[in-house]
T-cell receptor, first 114, second 115 residues
Framework: DTAVSQTPKYLVTQMGNDKSIKCEQNLGHDTMYWYKQDSKKFLKIMFS???????INETVPNRFSPKSPDKAHLNLHINSLELGDSAVYFC?????????????FGEGSRLTVL | AQSVTQLGSHVSVSEGALVLLRCNYSSSVPPYLFWYVQYPNQGLQLLLK??????LVKGINGFEAEFKKSETSFHLTKPSAHMSDAAEYFCAVTKPPPTGNQFYFGTGTSLTVIP
């Protein structure tokens, strides 16, 4: 039973298109995140939601819009895709109110923009 | 502000040799520290974590790390490398709960194990 699941795992699309990535966690965590990993493996936080409320919004183009319908789901919609958006996008979750608080990651969604 | 620095973006060791991956942190408060491993085409998996209890932390797959406040370090070690240890390793820092929403990752160290 997957703890943090993302769909789709692979996305290949043309420049200018719009795409969405979905994420669900069944751990009962209160916080969810989107990270972008570039070709050099560098991990950059994009957004964080705590109990459906946006708490971290790093310098990300407005073309990226997260949506959290409930605390178990955090989706990422990207408008007008650009070549530079090609990356692996990771969803993660954590329980920030307890002692351990580590991040649990999904398997990643590899986006390729042609 | 918090940050971590991983020295050495690539480390190569022979199978059976000691693995040492370096991580130094900067934090304005006592930190929580983590090591994650990423195998090819997979997500990140927690190896071990320091949450202000014992300074020597044991993790999965024979890895351990020691929190040294005087050196602001949290280096990852394994006495004997195995081929299956080849992966990308990330050090991360955050604040303790309830404010630990922001995780800061290092730039990663790619470990190669030579047969």
């Amino acid at each position: 039973d997957t703890a943090v699941s993302q769909t789709p795992k692979y996305l290949v699309t043309q420049m200018g298109n719009d795409k969405s990535i979905k994420c669900e966690q069944n751990l009962g965590h209160d916080t969810m995140y989107w990270y972008k990993q570039d070709s050099k493996k560098f991990l950059k936080i994009m957004f964080s939601y705590n109990n459906k409320e946006l708490i971290i919004n790093e310098t990300v183009p407005n073309r990226f819009s997260p949506k959290s319908p409930d605390k178990a789901h955090l989706n990422l919609h990207i408008n007008s895709l650009e070549l530079g958006d090609s990356a692996v996008y990771f969803c993660a979750s954590s329980q920030t109110s307890i002692h351990t608080g580590e991040l649990f990651f999904g398997e990643g969604s590899r986006l390729t923009v042609l | 502000a918090q940050s971590v620095t991983q020295l050495g973006s690539h480390v190569s060791v022979s199978e059976g040799a000691l693995v040492l991956l370096r991580c130094n942190y900067s934090s304005s408060v006592p930190p929580y520290l983590f090591w994650y491993v990423q195998y090819p085409n997979q997500g990140l998996q927690l190896l071990l974590k320091y949450t202000s209890a014992a300074t020597l932390v044991k993790g999965i797959n024979g890895f351990e790390a020691e929190f040294k406040k005087s050196e602001t370090s949290f280096h990852l070690t394994k006495p004997s490398a195995h081929m299956s240890d080849a992966a990308e390793y990330f050090c991360a820092v955050t604040k303790p709960p309830p404010t630990g929403n922001q995780f800061y990752f290092g730039t990663g160290t790619s470990l190669t194990v030579i047969p």
